[in-house]
């Protein structure tokens, strides 16, 4: 073994509960067996973590803005999130700090900026000039709440509304307050008693910018003169006002009401309003006032040059429509078009043609933001049809259970997806391009093919490409359309695991190599799809059903109960192959009228239609066992190359030859070990009903008569140890939670909850996600051992060490990891063959030898031989992933079959190269000599192991962690060098050199918070990982130094210099007679010299950290601040000059104009008339 200096160890690693144990045991092997030399080249300054993307729709939306001369959409959450939108592929994550919810966003209009308020009462400056904003500076509020901001266009004073009802003006270039503040006594009538209530609104009169209308909530409105500080014109009304909006002339301005009215006035006429509108109240005949109506939460006012103007409005529906969707209103002359949405509404903003609000507004369009959705309208097509949102929005359409990652695909993948998915393509969409258009891609260095696999809770499956920190959806597939549903709501469909979402998936086993589909569902179902570009009808869907049980003897055996000998080893098993089932199986009970041979799920009778893409090959099904629900499936692998899929849970292992549509072996976890069990458990008797050949590898139920006594369940007898008292019951149940919590398949998380208290010591609350908390009762538990899910007391842990008692020796053990490769079986072996690795989640390893018939017609005739080699390896916690390197440390793939269209018939002379051809395996292992040998690499909860082949000796070992466990572990490529990659749940994420198992990185990363990271991070090669950042999101990150270095390139720019468009024409008789807007000087109004300063306990300036790249950017810190001003006095210099310029030209124009006229009255003074 080669030597390392220890420092090297200790390099990049961070002080971690887990680096400790890494010190005290590096890796080891015995003495005598000197493993050959292999060269790594992996260093810890090849490692750095760093966050990269985050996808999908922003989670708890709360506030929108829009750049209309950028063309950028920003939106804020309730967890104080910033997400920036450009054109398609171009968008921005931010974080504020405090994490308060956002409450309103302000942009500086094509300044590259944006200011942001927060529910803690601070406002924040965000520099957009780089490609990762900053703050630059803060406002924090002491003595008031924030509750409405304004920022005029080309204006640097915002205005700020707070809850008493006064308005205070800060200056964004310094983020200091103006000593101008509009209480809000001087506001309101003198006479009123009443406080106006919070400012609900701030704007300035579009024609004249010293005129401010001001909102209160109580349904008062005033006009105030800025100049004078007075108030011009107080409107009052009463209902309570939720918004308010101009007309761009400056004449009228519109309100709506807390009753579901519309205001319209005059701005001379404050009496009353010169027209109420309540646009869903129903008319009285009589005259009277129209019912109440809900609130109207936000009105638009938008005026076109030819037509009518558009009033856009968000509730105020009618209090007895009941259950209807949440609604945007679009009145446009006398039409009024009411838009149902999915979801209810957060706020909406009007896409307009110009920036300037005393110009005619020519609204193009309508951005809707929804609590789930953002929705775009098309206001200049008729029946306003929404545009295609080209975002990768659509995460959460239904619920993400799982997902899987894979960098570096072959290259034809992404193109094939996409020509199948964009079929699937709605109709119906506006014909425009998506308006938001804003900002330019990245220089993405990185050009390799990337493919994120999402399963949601309705059974579907979506593809997406993430390739170059980009996301785009490639096809959807729907697993569910093979099943039976309910037709009507009383029939309770055959969903007995799950009382909700029986589709869901759990396991996606993909190879893309052949683009061979398995998943494993919820309801104990696995699908097997193969892809195609042809669309076929399948008359019968081919099924299987087989029946798992788990059998053993508990320590206290039943009186009158013979303990039989151990079971003969099962090595020359020779498994029937039985044809596949037409329909799906008849319900049968046992003698006790328990449910038995049932599938939770039933199969579509029908002929099924299947468009291009993933169709249906085989679905196989787990059936009751007297009265006792299938165990749902914990691990699954499919290999393309054998034609075999294989899957395990609690109760055992069961792998069928998709080819043949036959079971070759249906074992329980103890029966794989044959007489080679360390726990010593035995199968309970009696099993007499087992098939005598194959010794236990055939027990399926595909119309076999199964005698009576096989269909008892081990709970259903009185003898039955379940039953024997409660804490047996009360073990049974701990190990069934220990068990699914491990596989995270959407559970109830109580064993992790304990292992991160009670092991970490962590003083955090557990957090249960909605879709947690939704599972939580779905155990498949058998009926009797069902006790109270939501106990409140958490006295129960068990420790995941190796000294484990004895009654959790005889606790169940689930298949938690399976690998297909070409390698060593046993210790004898000279050269590597086909075999199926099966990790437990008691930290065993077995090996089942492959016998696999020649390839073409011999495969599909004769039968696979399945044996298990009887070799046994042993690590400490469950097994989470195997791999295997040749002589060279280099990684050897499991061995996959190209994919080709299976629904074309072939040609006679493919025919005979598919007769020659034997699958073999692509890997480097195929051609090796004798002589060479390879490693296995196997990752547990706890620990790592390099398994020398065929000697099985221990090459190395590392132990990841002591006082956590490892969640995921991935063998992954990086530099041309492969690695072992962990998270673990204390949140470390640890990278390890292979095969030596020298630590390279160690950095605390994100502790587990909830159930829904643990269920979907996922590491990937080439330094990538991801995990479900948020129900709605996908957080990308990466543990590569090179992606971080180059991370800058890739990400896109949200600001790029754009004109700003001309001001309207004042025309000539309004520019004659005073007409048009009115300008006002607000430097001189609101400065220091003239307002004086503001208190300064008032509000506190907090400076902003404006990130490293703000130095090298346009607008950070000093640098940023000095340039803004040198900008700002150069404007003014050009504006001087111009206007210098300007009278100098006149006055040189007027003295040549003088010298012309000296000059011609000279030359014709002395001349008489008659003379010119």
């Not at 014109?233 to 579901?260: M, P």
């Not at 506006?430 to 809770?457: D, F, R, V």
């Not at 969903?495 to 396991?507: G, L, M, N, R, S």
């Amino acid at each position: 073994m080669r030597k390392f200096n220890i420092r090297k160890v200790l390099d990049g690693l961070t002080a971690g509960s887990s680096s400790a144990s890494q010190q005290q045991q590096p890796q080891q092997h015995p003495p005598g067996n000197r493993e050959p030399e292999i060269q790594e080249t992996l260093q810890s300054e090849h490692f750095q973590l760093c966050k990269t993307v985050r996808h999908g729709f922003p989670y708890q939306p709360s506030a929108l803005a829009f750049d209309p001369v950028q063309k950028i959409l920003a939106v804020g959450t309730q967890t104080g999130a910033l997400r920036l939108f450009g054109r398609p592929g171009v968008e921005c994550y931010c974080q504020h700090d405090s994490g308060a919810a956002v409450i309103q966003l302000q942009f500086l209009i094509n300044e590259g900026a944006l200011v942001s308020a927060l529910a803690d009462d601070t406002l924040h400056l965000w520099n957009l000039r780089q490609k990762r904003p900053a703050i630059l500076h803060s406002l924090k509020f002491c003595r008031e709440r924030v509750t409405f901001c304004h920022l005029p266009f080309q204006s640097k004073w915002l205005y700020v509304g707070t809850e008493r009802g006064n308005i205070h003006i800060v200056n964004v270039e310094s983020f200091t307050l103006s000593g101008y503040v509009i209480m809000w006594n001087k506001a309101i009538e003198l006479s009123s008693k009443s406080h106006p209530g919070p400012v609900v609104h701030i704007s300035d009169n579009p024609m004249d910018e010293g005129k401010l209308l001001i909102g209160f909530e109580s349904g008062t409105v005033v006009l105030w003169d800025l100049k004078s500080k007075k108030a011009d014109y107080r409107y009052t009304y009463d209902e309570a006002i939720h918004s308010v909006a101009w007309h761009h002339e400056g004449k009228q301005f519109i309100c709506s009401h807390s009753d579901g009215t519309l205001t319209i006035w005059n701005v001379r006429s404050p009496a009353k309003p010169v027209q109420t509108i309540t646009p869903h109240g129903k008319q009285l005949k009589d005259g009277k006032k129209p019912e109440p109506c809900k609130p109207i939460l936000k009105v638009e006012f938008k005026t076109t040059r030819s037509g009518e103007p558009f009033i856009i409005l968000s509730g105020g529906l009618s209090y007895d429509t009941v259950g209807r969707r949440p609604c945007l209103t679009v009145m446009h002359g006398k039409s009024t078009a009411v838009l149902e949405m999915d979801y209810s509404i957060v706020d909406f903003l009007t896409l307009c043609e110009t920036p300037y609000p005393n110009d005619f507004q020519e609204p193009y369009a309508v951005v809707v933001l929804l609590e789930k959705d953002l929705v775009l309208i098309d206001l200049a097509q008729n029946g306003y049809p929404i545009f295609e949102n080209p975002y990768p929005l659509s995460i959460h359409e239904s619920p993400v259970t799982c997902c899987e990652y894979f960098a570096d695909c072959p290259v034809d993948l992404i193109p094939a997806l996409y020509s199948v998915g964009a079929r699937q393509k709605r109709q119906g969409y506006s014909k425009k391009e998506w308006p938001i258009n804003g900002g330019n891609w990245g220089l993405g260095s990185q050009s390799y093919p990337e493919i994120i696999i999402t399963g949601h809770a309705d059974g579907s499956i979506k593809f997406w490409d993430a390739s170059a920190i980009t996301l785009q959806v490639l096809y959807k597939l729907k697993t569910s359309k093979v099943f039976e549903k309910s037709r009507n709501k009383d029939e309770k469909p055959n969903t007995d695991i799950v009382d909700e979402d029986p589709y869901a998936i759990q396991i996606i086993s993909w190879c893309p190599e052949s683009r061979m589909l398995c998943i494993a569902g919820v309801s104990a179902h696995v699908i097997i799809y193969r892809f195609s570009k042809q669309e076929v009808i399948t008359e019968v869907i081919p099924m299987l059903e087989v029946r798992l049980l788990y059998e053993i003897s508990d320590v206290e055996t039943p009186e009158g109960e013979q303990a039989p000998p151990l079971p003969t080893p099962v090595g020359s098993a020779n498994p029937q192959p039985t044809p596949p089932q037409s329909h799906p199986s008849t319900s049968s009970s046992s003698s006790d009228g328990l449910r038995d041979n049932v599938p939770c799920l039933k199969v579509k009778s029908s002929p099924l239609k299947q468009s291009p893409g993933y169709q249906t090959e085989l679905v196989i099904q787990l059936v009751w066992v007297g009265g006792e629900p299938p165990q749902q499936i914990t691990s699954l692998a499919v290999n393309s190359s054998y034609g075999l899929v294989v899957f395990g849970n609690c109760n055992g292992i069961a792998m069928v030859d998709y080819l043949q549509k036959a079971v070759l072996l249906n074992l329980g976890t103890i029966e794989l070990y044959g007489s080679n069990d360390p726990y010593r458990r035995e199968p309970r008797s009696p099993r007499k009903s087992r098939q005598p050949s194959g010794a236990g590898l055939c027990d399926i139920s595909e119309g076999a008569v199964v005698p009576e006594d096989r269909c008892k369940s081990p709970t259903s007898g009185s003898s039955s140890p379940h039953n024997s008292d409660d804490e047996q019951k009360m073990n049974n149940f701990i190990e069934k939670v220990k068990i699914k919590s491990r596989k995270f398949s959407k559970m109830v998380a109580s064993d992790i909850e304990q292992k991160l208290v009670l092991k970490e010591k962590m003083s955090q609350v557990f957090i249960k996600t909605p879709f947690t908390a939704k599972m939580s009762r779905k155990l498949s538990l058998p009926t009797d051992l069902k006790p109270d899910l939501d106990i409140k007391d958490n006295s129960f842990s068990r420790s995941r060490s190796s000294s484990v008692t004895s009654i959790d020796k005889e606790s169940r053990e689930a298949i938690s990891a399976l690998h297909f490769c070409e390698t060593f079986t046993r210790k004898t072996d000279s050269a590597p063959s086909p075999c199926l690795w099966v990790g437990t989640t008691l930290g065993t390893v077995l090996v089942i030898a492959l016998n696999l018939p020649p390839g073409g017609e011999q495969r599909l005739l004769q039968p696979v031989i399945v044996s298990p080699s009887g070799t046994i390896l042993r690590l400490k916690g469950a097994i989470l992933r195997m791999a295997f390197l040749d002589s060279t440390g280099c990684l050897v793939p499991p061995a996959h079959e190209p994919w080709k269209e299976h629904n074309v018939p072939e040609e006679k002379d493919e025919k005979e190269k598919v007769k020659k051809r034997r699958p073999v395996s692509v890997s480097p292992s195929s051609s090796q000599e004798i002589s060479e040998n390879q490693y296995a690499v196997i990752c547990s909860e706890k620990q790592a192991k390099v398994i020398s082949l065929p000697t099985q000796n221990c090459a190395y070992k590392q132990n990841i962690t002591e006082t956590s466990f490892v969640l995921r572990g991935d063998i992954v490529s990086l530099s041309s060098s492969i690695c072992l990659a962990c998270f673990c749940a204390n949140g470390h994420i640890m990278t390890f050199s292979l095969p030596s198992l020298r630590p390279l990185l160690d950095v605390y990363y994100l502790p587990l918070t909830n159930m829904r990271i643990a269920r979907t991070f996922c590491f990937t090669n080439n330094g990538q990982a991801l995990y479900l950042v948020s129900p709605t999101e996908v957080q990308r990150l990466t543990y590569s130094q090179e992606t971080c270095e180059n991370l800058q390139e890739m990400l896109g720019e949200l600001f790029t210099p754009v004109e700003t468009p001309e001001a309207p024409n004042r025309g000539f008789f309004k520019g004659l007679f005073g007409g048009g807007a009115q300008s006002l000087d607000r430097e001189e109004l609101f400065g220091e010299s003239s307002s004086g300063k503001a208190s300064r306990s008032l509000a506190q300036h907090i400076p902003g950290p404006g990130g490293i790249e703000g130095v090298k950017g346009a607008a950070s810190g000093v640098v940023g601040e000095l340039a803004r001003a040198r900008l700002a006095l150069d404007e003014r210099g050009q504006k001087l000059s111009d206007l210098e310029e300007r009278t100098a030209a006149m006055l040189s124009s007027a003295d040549s104009f003088s010298k012309h006229a000296h000059e011609m009255m000279l030359k014709y003074k002395d001349k008489k008339w008659y003379q010119f």
